[in-house]
């Protein structure tokens, strides 16, 4: 079998003992869908060096000690508590960046039901913002080399992220109360601030896990043009709103829709 297939597999299995604490190997099979024959011959050198102990417990320093002979296609060698938690924020970041198209393509076509289901997405974001939380607890009892330093910011790293989730759902809430279209030019402008703030997401999830210094000033460009964008959106609405005949329900309309423009701008100031 090909070493990274069976390097992936042995990432499947840690991560299932440092979060999961199986008790048997035939526990870690079934979750798998392996042979527990398997998970003997896999885990059986680390046992030998008595990286992994008893009631499978992973000594991650002595891990890290070897981990060169572990590399996956997906990773560098760097199988540390700390490589376990950006793993998580990474998938943090992939989730919120799906619910946020999710909720934009909701407000470009009126899709509500879309909506509903960009609004669920939030709740598996909150979901991983606590297995964060509680799995950087772990890895400080499980690994006495990973920093204070390192909880604290991961930790504010997830808040955030976990905050720009909440700002996304005003989108798709807008659509669900709403359920009306945004015209263009609006749209059109909405449109770009979505394009920018999403590719500043990434590129600010990106650069965090690579501990980029220059991460600041690579911000302030699209910092920058959502600022523009803005007031751009602002002053299209407004216009917008003085050809319209105002009344109480598509006043409400206006209120939510500058909102949502609100919204974006949070987005990049997090």
Request: hydrophobic share 35%; aromatic share 10%; net charge negative.
């Amino acid at each position: 079998m090909p070493k990274n297939i069976k390097n992936n597999t042995l990432k499947e299995i840690l991560d299932i003992i440092l979060y999961e604490a199986p008790s048997t190997q035939d526990e870690i099979a079934d979750k798998l869908n392996i042979s527990r024959r398997y998970v003997t011959k896999l885990l059986k050198p680390l046992i030998d060096e008595n990286v992994i102990k008893k009631a499978y417990v992973v000594d991650l320093k002595k891990f890290n000690e070897i981990s060169e002979m572990y590399e996956t296609d997906n990773s560098v060698p760097e199988y540390s508590g700390e490589y376990f938690i950006k793993e998580m924020l990474k998938e943090m970041g992939e989730q919120i960046s799906k619910q946020f198209a999710w909720s934009f393509e909701a407000l470009k076509n009126n899709d509500v039901d879309l909506a509903e289901r960009a609004l669920e997405e939030d709740l598996n974001t909150n979901h991983m913002y606590n297995k964060i939380k509680a799995s950087t607890d772990a890895v400080i009892s499980l690994d006495p080399y990973f920093e204070f330093n390192n909880t604290i910011m991961f930790n504010e790293i997830a808040y955030d992220m976990e905050r720009i989730g909440d700002h996304i759902c005003h989108i798709p809430k807008f659509v669900i109360d709403e359920n009306k279209d945004v015209k263009e030019p609006v749209i059109d402008v909405l449109e770009e601030m979505y394009d920018t703030s999403s590719a500043m997401f990434r590129k600010a999830v990106k650069s965090v896990l690579k501990r980029d210094s220059n991460i600041k000033d690579k911000m302030e460009r699209y910092e920058n043009e959502l600022t523009h964008l803005q007031k751009l959106a602002i002053k299209k609405i407004s216009s917008q709103m003085a050809k319209d005949d105002i009344d109480k329900k598509n006043s409400t309309y206006y209120l939510i829709l500058f909102r949502v423009v609100k919204s974006f701008e949070r987005i990049g100031d997090i």
